[in-house]
């Protein structure tokens, strides 16, 4: 198994908004990535990772 890069613990970047949409404007994850998070295996967060990195996510300044 190839290994995962290292990460921070969340990509929270504590600007959390889900007004309009599904996605937060903060760090990019969907109300579900967001709420089962902790629950998730590293490899389905390394694909979270990923696909928000990929859209310019985690944004600080929003």
Partial sequence: MEKL????DTPCVAVCSTT????CRGCGRS???VAHW???TAEQKETVWVRILSQGYPRRNT
Avoid: A
């Avoid at 309009?20 to 996605?23: P, R, V």
């Fill in 20 to 23: 309009f949409d599904e996605i």
């Fill in 38 to 40: 902790v629950s998730m």
């Fill in 31 to 33: 109300v579900v990535e």
């Fill in 5 to 8: 890069p290292e990460r921070p």
